[in-house]
C-alpha cells in the first residue's frame, strides 16, 4: 500500500506519472480477474479503489499539483479512464462470483436461516414385510437362518421329494447355473440344510431370495419367500393352522379372512394353501384376485416323513411342519399394491410414498 504514496510524484513528468498509473493498474486488473471470491475482491476494491489512499486514487488526488497543464489534463483522463474501466471490471467480477456462488467465505453462515424441509427415508414395502415377518415368528420363538441363493440341484429338488425326472419340476422354471446346480427356485432346501445343522425339536425361518424365470403382475424372475420348519415331537396339523392364523392376523388385523385350501406339495402331507381375502376389491374380485377374491399368500403342510428322513430326523418319533410365504404377496396385500412389478421398478415416486 505504501506503493502509491512512496512512487515517483506524477509532477516528475506526464510519461513517468503516466507509465505508473498503467502499471498499477495493470496490477489492479490482474488481481480482479483472479480474486477467488467476494471477500477477496472487496479487499481488492479498497486498496486501489478506496477513497483515501487507494492506489489509483491517490493518483487522482496528485493530478491537480501538476504544473503542466497539458500533463496534467492528459494524466487526468488517463486515471478517470482506468478508474472507470477497473469499476466496471469489479462490478463484472462480482457479478460472476456471486452466480457461481463461490464465494463461500465472504457470505458467513446465516444460522438462523430456517433450514430447508428435512426429507427422511423409510423402508422399501418389501422390506418391512420382512421385518414384521421376522417379529411376528420372533414373538412364536422362531430363529431367522439363512441359506445358498445358488443351490445344489439336491438340495432345491431331490431332497424335498422331487427327484429327476418328477413332474413337479416342470413347474419351477429353472434358472440352472450349470448340471448340479441352480439358483434356488424356493427357500425349502434349507429345510433340509437346517435339519441337517439343528436336528430337532427346531424353530425356524429362512427368509431369501428366490429365482424363477417368470414375469407378470404377481410373478417375478427374482422375488422374496420365508420358509418356515417347526419340528417336535407330537406336532399337529392344528399346531400348523394355529400358527398361520396367528401370523395372518398379525400382518392384516382380526378383520381379514383367512381361509386354508387343500392343496399338494411334494414335500408335505397333508398340504394346504392359506389364501387371504383381497385388499384391493374386499372380497368382490379384481385383477389382483383374478377375480376370485382371495390371494393365495404362503403354501404349508406336514413335512413329508421322507423330507424328515432326508434331514437326519427320526420320523418315527418327530414331526413338523413347514409352510413357504410369497413376501411380495403379502407387501401387495398390506399396501393395496396391484402390479407387484412396481415394487421392483425403482421409481421414485413409487418408492417414496410414505
Ligand atoms: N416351496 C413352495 C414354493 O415355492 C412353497 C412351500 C409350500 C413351502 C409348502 C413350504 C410348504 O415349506 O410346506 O412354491
Not at 489509483?56 to 488526488?61: G, I, P, S
Not at 474501466?85 to 457479478?95: I, N, S
Not at 392384516?252 to 411334494?266: K, M, Q, T, V
Not at 377375480?291 to 416323513?305: R, Y
Amino acid at each position: 500500500m505504501s506503493d502509491g504514496r512512496t512512487g515517483p510524484l506524477p509532477g516528475g513528468g506526464a510519461g513517468g506519472a503516466g507509465s505508473d498509473v498503467h502499471a498499477v493498474a495493470a496490477a489492479a486488473f490482474e488481481e480482479v480477474a483472479s480474486a477467488a471470491d467476494l471477500r477477496v475482491l472487496d479487499a481488492v476494491r479498497a486498496r486501489y479503489l478506496g477513497r483515501g489512499d487507494g492506489l489509483l486514487t491517490v493518483f487522482r488526488k496528485r493530478i491537480g499539483s501538476i504544473p503542466d497543464a497539458e500533463a496534467r489534463r492528459a494524466l487526468g483522463q488517463t486515471v478517470n479512464a482506468l478508474v472507470e474501466r477497473l469499476t466496471g471490471a469489479v462490478d463484472e467480477r462480482r457479478a460472476s462470483l456471486s452466480d457461481v456462488g463461490t464465494d463461500g467465505a465472504s457470505e458467513a453462515i446465516d444460522l438462523s436461516w430456517p433450514p430447508p424441509p428435512l426429507r427422511r427415508g423409510h423402508l422399501h414395502p418389501v422390506s418391512r414385510v420382512f421385518r414384521d415377518v421376522r417379529r411376528i415368528f420372533g414373538q412364536l420363538g422362531y430363529i431367522a437362518v439363512e441359506g445358498p441363493e445358488v443351490e445344489y440341484d439336491r438340495y432345491n429338488f431331490t431332497l424335498v421329494n422331487m427327484p429327476p425326472g418328477h413332474p413337479s419340476r416342470d413347474t419351477q422354471d429353472t434358472f440352472f447355473i450349470d448340471d448340479d446346480r441352480v439358483l434356488r427356485t424356493h427357500t425349502s432346501p434349507v429345510q433340509i440344510r437346517s435339519m441337517l445343522v439343528r436336528g430337532a425339536p427346531q424353530r425356524v425361518i429362512v427368509p431369501g431370495k428366490v429365482y424363477r424365470r417368470d414375469y407378470d403382475a404377481t410373478h417375478f424372475p427374482m422375488f422374496f419367500q420365508v420358509e418356515g420348519i417347526c419340528i417336535d415331537e407330537g406336532i399337529a396339523l392344528s399346531d400348523l393352522k394355529g400358527t398361520l392364523e396367528f401370523f395372518a392376523r398379525s400382518v392384516y388385523g382380526a378383520d381379514r379372512s383367512i381361509r386354508l385350501r387343500p392343496h399338494h406339495f411334494e414335500f408335505t402331507e397333508p398340504s394346504v394353501e392359506l389364501d387371504v381375502s383381497c385388499a384391493m376389491c374386499g372380497g368382490k374380485g379384481c385383477r389382483l384376485c383374478k377375480g376370485s377374491g382371495w390371494l393365495e399368500v404362503a403354501g404349508a403342510g406336514m413335512i413329508h416323513p421322507h423330507v424328515l428322513g432326508n434331514g437326519g430326523i427320526d420320523a418315527s418319533r418327530y414331526s413338523g411342519f413347514a409352510f413357504g410365504i410369497g413376501i411380495e404377496r403379502i407387501a401387495m396385500l398390506a399396501y393395496g399394491i396391484e402390479d407387484g412389478r412396481l415394487l421392483y421398478e425403482n421409481d421414485v415416486r413409487f418408492v417414496s410414498q410414505g
